[in-house]
């Protein structure tokens, strides 16, 4: 198992279905598995039911993705924020942080200003600030690559 964590835009999905093919894997992106559960929009369900909420559900459809072998999986940009996430990943996957710059990152993300402004509280803060997710992705990290999608 390969597991890929980074920031929103970093690339985890795109980086995740191109290795998987290149190593005869499958590839799983959690958040697809959590709305295909939830049978609504990750977005949706999180204004309704709240952070906490979501982010049980996560551990509990990270848990399960984890036990699938010889699969690489893209993991949501936040699922290393939760302690129970970062012990899953570590002890259940070979954990590769992805890495863009800040411009690829707005570049990429630059259809999305909605969930960009999301993470921003009305002071205009970062509600969960980007060092975080960076910070404790590279504490669980087995290795790190530079994300240099077009």
Same mark, same amino acid.
């Not at 049980?56 to 699969?71: D, F, G, N």
């Given at each position: 198992?390969?597991?890929?964590?980074?920031?929103?835009?970093?690339?985890?999905?795109?980086v995740g279905?191109?290795? !998987?093919?290149?190593?005869?894997?499958?590839? !799983?992106?959690?958040?697809?598995?959590?709305?295909?559960e939830?049978? @609504? $929009?990750?977005? $949706?369900y999180? @204004?309704?039911?709240?952070?906490d909420s979501?982010?049980?559900?996560e551990? $509990?459809v990270?848990?399960?993705l984890?036990?699938?072998? #010889?699969?690489?999986?893209?993991?949501?940009g936040?699922?290393?924020?939760r302690?129970a996430?970062?012990?899953?990943? $570590?002890?259940r996957a070979k954990v590769?942080?992805?890495?863009?710059?800040? @411009?690829? &990152?707005?570049?990429? &993300?630059r259809?999305?200003?909605? #969930?960009?402004? @999301?993470r921003?509280?009305?002071?205009?803060?970062?509600?969960?600030?980007?060092? !975080?997710?960076?910070?404790?992705?590279?504490r669980i !990290?087995?290795? &790190?690559?530079e994300?240099?999608?077009a």
């Amino acid at each position: 198992m390969i597991a890929l964590v980074g920031m929103p835009g970093s690339g985890k999905s795109t980086v995740g279905r191109h290795l !998987a093919r290149q190593i005869g894997w499958r590839f !799983a992106d959690s958040d697809v598995e959590i709305e295909r559960e939830l049978g @609504e $929009s990750i977005r $949706s369900y999180f @204004e309704k039911a709240g952070e906490d909420s979501f982010r049980s559900l996560e551990t $509990s459809v990270l848990a399960s993705l984890l036990e699938r072998p #010889s699969m690489v999986l893209a993991t949501g940009g936040g699922a290393v924020l939760r302690e129970a996430n970062r012990k899953l990943l $570590s002890e259940r996957a070979k954990v590769v942080y992805l890495r863009a710059t800040p @411009e690829d &990152l707005a570049r990429r &993300l630059r259809h999305e200003q909605s #969930s960009l402004a @999301e993470r921003c509280d009305r002071s205009g803060a970062r509600a969960v600030p980007d060092a !975080a997710i960076c910070g404790v992705g590279y504490r669980i !990290a087995d290795g &790190l690559a530079e994300s240099r999608l077009a």
